[in-house]
């Protein structure tokens, strides 16, 4: 079974930048294709940004689109998501998961989470 750990999560105003990253221990990565979700406290889950098993293609939502990337680096069995134009909407628990499907993606193993707030 793998454990993720997110770090880099932060207080931010509006218009800043991030910098998350997803460290995967257990069982390498490098197979899997790999996502990022973000849940607010009483709201439903939703889906940030998905990344295939290679790094060959990317998924995204449409609120993040142009302002967010997914990337990973196999070698150190991390996940990263680069985060700019910060919004306060963005302000969320984001957290990392395997995902089976790239193009409809849902969290299979996940980590705890990191707390991102934008203010305003």
């Known amino acids: 079974q793998v454990q993720l750990v997110e770090s880099g999560g932060g207080l931010v105003q509006a218009g800043g930048s991030l910098r998350l990253s997803c460290a995967a221990s257990g069982r390498t990565i490098s197979a899997t294709n790999m996502g990022w979700f973000r849940q607010e406290p009483g709201k439903e889950r939703e889906f940030v940004a998905a990344?295939?098993?290679?790094?060959?293609?990317?998924y995204y939502a449409d609120s993040v689109k142009g302002r967010f990337t997914i990337s990973r680096d196999n070698a150190k069995n991390t996940v990263y998501l680069q985060m700019i134009s910060l919004k306060p909407e963005d302000t969320a628990v984001y957290y990392c998961a395997t995902v089976l499907n790239l193009w409809s993606p849902s969290p299979g193993y996940r980590g705890q989470g990191t707390q991102v707030t934008v203010s305003s």
């Open positions: 990344i295939s098993w290679s790094g060959g293609s990317t």
